[in-house]
């Protein structure tokens, strides 16, 4: 399989820590985890057991969520890394082979790419 260089990662890969003003992040600026936390969370995160958690979203978490929801059950809820990966599921969930989507490529460079691989355009 391949897949086209995503050019926006690859320069912010390259260059994002070389420059003055970085236009190109969203987030935030890194910082440490003592800027972050009081002394009592470090101690907390320091005896945390570190282990692969539940892919859908923790349980509590989805039944939360699906209170906002009338209806909804914590089953009707997945939560996701991010908005990358909550797209790709949302897509590869109603695309077929030959359907076609249409979209702002700026905001979702990848999208190409996914549809590609799931023959659709």
Request: net charge negative; charged share 20%.
């Amino acid at each position: 399989m391949k897949i086209d260089l995503f050019q926006l990662e690859r320069n912010q890969s390259l260059y994002e820590n070389q420059v003055e003003y970085n236009l190109t992040e969203s987030g935030v600026h890194p910082c440490t985890l003592r800027e972050l936390l009081d002394e009592t969370a470090i101690d907390q995160l320091l005896n945390t057991t570190l282990d692969y958690g539940y892919t859908e979203g923790r349980p509590q978490l989805r039944q939360a969520v699906s209170q906002w929801y009338p209806n909804a059950s914590s089953e009707n809820i997945l939560i996701t890394h991010g908005a990358s990966e909550a797209n790709l599921i949302a897509v590869w969930s109603v695309l077929s082979p030959g359907d076609e989507l249409i979209l702002s490529f700026l905001t979702s460079c990848k999208f190409a790419d996914w549809l590609t691989l799931s023959e659709s355009q």
